[in-house]
């Protein structure tokens, strides 16, 4: 079965500091794969999403980067944090050509 | 455009049924579903309906879907107080396109 994990669950930093958030799934290849922020309160809004390594589509322009080093790994960077990042972020990974995605246990940031 | 929407909360008795309730706009979509997010915690797909049914039933669960009036919903009988959550409707496309979630509608469950 499929398993998709993201760390660290909670962190705490500092303006100006960097970032950098993981995630990983098991037993699919080729996944898509994606990131979304969620406000205190809000709705999800979708920050990146790959379809493969190495391809990253930015849906927001902000201080937020994505890579996708390996097949199964994706990871949610920043140089340098701002107050307005603070948020739930969430990984999550769909079947190549598939529909459903599924989710991680979510990531959360303040930023103090 | 692609755009989902649902009332933002909804208050029920405990035992009572729940009607959870969703439009969206584009009419290409493949399926159709509900996710539940409980607090601090990532979401967990409830359901989903492909768009050539009308319902689905699952236990407590029953979608229905009205494709002429872009109308989703989803009922929960018997209500739980484990049923206070944010539940999101969400509808996929064909091909390697993201979901596009509504804003949630928060649950809350009086007993």
């Known amino acids: 079965s499929q398993t998709i994990h993201q760390w660290p669950a909670t962190l705490v930093q500092p303006v100006g500091s960097p970032l950098s958030l993981e995630c990983t799934v098991e037993?699919?290849?080729?996944?898509?794969l994606y990131w979304y922020r969620q406000a205190a309160g809000r709705g999800l809004q979708l920050l990146f999403y790959?379809?493969?390594?190495?391809?990253i589509s930015s849906e927001v322009p902000q201080n937020l980067s994505a890579s996708r080093p390996q097949d199964r790994q994706f990871i949610l960077s920043s140089k340098k944090l701002l107050l307005s990042d603070s948020g739930f972020y969430l990984c999550a990974w769909q079947r190549s050509s598939g529909n459903t995605i599924y989710f991680g246990e979510g990531s959360w940031l303040t930023v103090v | 455009g692609e755009d989902v929407e649902q009332s933002l909360f909804l208050s029920v008795r405990e035992g009572d049924s729940s009607v959870i309730n969703c439009t969206y706009t584009d009419s290409s979509s493949t399926y159709l579903y509900w996710y539940k997010q409980e607090p601090g915690a990532g979401l967990q797909l409830l359901t989903y309906i492909f768009s050539n049914m009308d319902m689905k039933q699952d236990q407590r669960l029953t979608v229905l879907l009205n494709k002429k009036d872009k109308h989703l919903s989803l009922r929960i009988a018997d209500t739980q107080t484990g049923d206070s959550a944010i539940y999101f409707c969400?509808?996929?496309?064909?091909?390697?396109?993201?979901?596009?979630f509504g804003k949630g509608t928060r649950l809350s469950v009086i007993a």
């Open positions: 969400a509808e996929s496309f064909s091909g390697n396109t993201p979901l596009v």
């Open positions: 037993g699919t290849s080729n996944p898509n």
């Open positions: 790959s379809v493969g390594i190495g391809q």
